[in-house]
């Protein structure tokens, strides 16, 4: 049951509160559990104004979307809900479902992560769009057709008139958001609730939907928050920002002094865990070393406290207030409607002026732990190669180092079969079309592009897990497209995969130390020697030995895509294919993974095909680049050449479309945009594909310069840029 500790709204109606549209005091939530209370939320206090934007940032189970869900009203009924929420005066919390169902959707409105779940399947586009109109105003069924038809040009949907009468599955990621915005915006809400609006989204499609969310509150006027793991996306697109740790609010501020000058080690901590596109590669980045705490086991004190470099007996024993610091050093307490001041929980706050990450959190015993393991590991991978190689390098080409892995004029094509009972094939998705890469010796090329580009399926290819259409794959000279599944065995344990997800690629019902011994026992290595094995490769991405005995839902994300490493390095493999491993993680989490994966290569002299989206960590990680777009490579090079001076512009499209974790620069900055989304793989535009999209295309060409990229298809060679690149009329750009 929902309850409250609050008086009515007549009764706690205070005067003077002039444009406050949201005001959120002490909210607190808690559910039950088997194990006992779970206080998911912890006196959580802030306000908003009308126009302004708040921006909510932490990790995974912060608290950060179930304080939302509270706000909405939208919690389980066993959800206990304390404290206030206040929409223009009127209390939330505690009402009844028929009483909030006439604020939720006309005063506040709440934008979903995934635009999928929180669209009805079996319902139009327009229809979903016109009953949020009709539930709130006295106007007929083509009035408010007529408005959902304005609302889907206002957040810039192509074809909004062929839009309307389509269902959810029918449009792409980006316009189910877009519609899910139009849906928020229908009544022109004074605030406007976005919980994680562009998880997924490649920054193209992350691009139209922030810049249709700013199109929406240019048009109600709605103030807004902003709940994100995507600190670069706050930096651009709030005024406030607000990091939650634990349940609660541990810093709060105008975005400037949160990101410049952090008061909170936390804070600073998800700042150093960044890999940044707008600086110089640097060696290494420094992760939040541990994981959150459980909120069913709380520590005592500061919740950050186990994981804070500065943590002393009083972090310990007293939980710190959110106050601020005055000009003499001293904490000071606030007033929640302070919207100017910035707050932070830290006994120790004043400490940080100036501090930087590498200050706090670079240099722990963990990690020293972690490298001395790694260089034991390195030393026996030396001894393989010299017995499989007689020597620990190689040479070919004019890098000095022998490719590895070789793809030449690679094609996979999938079929399209009609429906019924015949089966019969009716058209091609043209996944691949003619890749040809080189991956060398102790490098990482990354694979870049967005989603549907054909990246993953490029990556199955070069294992042979998925069987080419047509061209070949070579690793150290050996035809991997012509053998057999039984003669390419022995050769699995030179070539191994890391998954995306790395939930769903562990089996639940096996122990970690079975799934990493697992291929091992497949390849005829004893118990006794599986289990010596096992210790030392938990132990060298750095877990205990002792984690060997639990199950993969007993650990976090990135402990688990540590595990997933650790199952691939088992047999001392030569290469590893890396789909997007790093994507479903926290900033903080992401940034050891990354540290892990470096040292592993720089111990074991491994190869990596980097596959992601996430161009930060490609500038971070990669040697070399390959940008792929529907099926092609339409750009390649170095890291350090591609990201200073991009030639293609798809290229300098996606890394313009990265935002950057600088409200200053963030702001300034001028973008190069992508609109509508990628061309169905199917019926691929002729010429060049990108000439759909291409802003280069659509404003500055002639209409003969304009034929020649509708009528045929640029080669991948360099034009002047000093590298290739596939565009009749590409230009290097510098962004930085």
Do not use: W
Request: hydrophobic share 40%; glycine share 8%; with cysteine.
């Amino acid at each position: 049951m929902t309850t409250t500790d609050h008086m009515s709204n007549e009764e706690t109606a205070s005067p003077g509160t002039g444009d406050v549209v949201l005001e959120v005091s002490d909210l607190s939530v808690t559910f039950p559990s088997d194990d006992g209370p779970l206080p998911a939320v912890r006196e959580v206090s802030y306000v908003l104004r009308r126009g302004e934007a708040l921006g909510i940032v932490g990790e995974s189970g912060s608290g950060k979307s179930v304080t939302s869900m509270a706000v909405m009203g939208l919690l389980p009924k066993n959800a206990r809900v304390e404290g206030s929420a206040k929409v223009l005066g009127q209390e939330i919390v505690g009402l009844k479902d028929e009483q909030i169902s006439k604020v939720r959707g006309n005063r506040i409105a709440m934008i979903f992560q995934d635009p999928l779940t929180s669209l009805n399947p079996v319902y139009t586009v327009g229809y979903q769009i016109a009953e949020a109109v009709l539930a709130h105003r006295k106007v007929g069924k083509k009035a408010a057709t007529a408005r959902a038809l304005e609302l889907l040009e206002l957040v810039d949907i192509p074809n909004p008139e062929q839009r309307l009468k389509q269902y959810p599955h029918e449009l792409s990621g980006g316009m189910r958001q877009r519609v899910v915005i139009a849906i928020a915006m229908a009544n022109e809400p004074d605030v406007i609730i976005a919980d994680e609006p562009t998880t997924a989204l490649d920054v193209t499609v992350q691009a139209q939907v922030l810049g249709a969310l700013e199109s929406a509150r240019k048009e109600t006027g709605a103030a807004l928050v902003l709940i994100t793991h995507d600190l670069g996306v706050v930096a651009g697109h709030v005024d406030r920002i607000g990091v939650m740790y634990g349940g609660r609010i541990v810093e709060m501020g105008p975005v400037e002094d949160v990101f410049y000058q952090p008061r909170m080690p936390y804070a600073l901590g998800l700042l150093g865990s960044l890999p940044r596109l707008d600086e110089d590669r640097s060696e290494r980045l420094t992760p939040i070393l541990g994981t959150p705490p459980s909120l069913l086991s709380l520590p005592g004190g500061c919740a950050f406290a186990p994981r804070c470099p500065m943590a002393r007996d009083l972090c310990h024993e007293q939980e710190p207030r959110l106050l601020a610091t005055d000009g003499n050093g001293e904490r000071v307490s606030v007033q929640v409607g302070d919207t100017d001041t910035h707050t932070s929980a830290c006994h120790f706050s004043d400490e940080l002026e100036n501090a930087q990450p590498t200050d706090l959190f670079r240099g722990t015993a963990v990690e020293a732990d972690t490298t001395e393991a790694a260089e034991e590991q390195a030393e026996q991978a030396e001894q393989a190669l010299a017995e499989v190689d007689g020597t620990s390098g190689g040479a070919a080409g004019g890098s000095g180092r022998e490719a590895v892995l070789t793809v030449r004029e690679l094609v996979k094509h999938f079929p399209i079969r009609s429906k019924g009972l015949l089966k019969r094939r009716v058209g091609e998705v043209q996944a691949v079309s003619g890749i040809s890469l080189d991956l060398y010796e102790h490098e990482t090329l990354a694979l870049v592009g967005e989603s549907g580009c054909g990246k993953s399926t490029t990556a199955r290819l070069m294992l042979q897990l998925i069987r080419q259409t047509s061209g070949e794959v070579h690793y150290r000279g050996q035809p991997l497209h012509s053998m057999s599944p039984r003669q390419l065995r022995p050769l699995r344990r030179d070539l191994q995969l890391v998954f995306q997800d790395p939930f769903a690629s562990l089996d639940p019902r096996m122990t970690v130390a079975d799934i990493v011994a697992e291929p091992l026992r497949i390849h005829g290595q004893g118990n006794g020697t599986a289990r010596k094995r096992v210790r030392e490769l938990l132990e060298l991405v750095g877990l205990n030995s002792e984690h060997g005995a639990r199950y993969p839902h007993e650990f976090s994300g990135g402990q688990r895509q540590r595990i997933g490493i650790a199952r691939a390095l088992a047999l001392n493999p030569k290469v590893l294919i890396l789909d997007e491993p790093v994507s479903a993680l926290d900033v903080s989490i992401q940034a050891g993974v990354i540290n892990l994966l470096e040292d592993l290569q720089d111990d074991l002299g491994l190869s990596y095909l980097f596959v992601s989206h996430d161009l930060s960590v490609v500038k971070h990680i990669a040697d070399r680049v390959a940008v792929m777009y529907l099926g092609k490579i339409v750009e390649t090079g170095t890291a350090e050449d591609l990201f200073r001076a991009p030639a293609h512009p798809y290229t300098q499209a996606l890394i313009s479309a990265i935002p950057l974790p600088d409200p200053v620069k963030e702001r300034t900055r001028e973008r190069i945009v992508v609109t509508g989304d990628v061309p169905s793989p199917a019926n691929p535009p002729s010429g060049c594909r990108f000439r759909t999209r291409c802003p280069k295309f659509a404003d500055e060409l002639s209409e003969n310069e304009r034929v020649k990229c509708v009528e045929e298809p640029p080669e991948l060679v360099d034009r002047g840029a000093g590298h290739p690149d596939a565009c009749h009329y590409s230009r290097a750009v510098e962004l930085f």
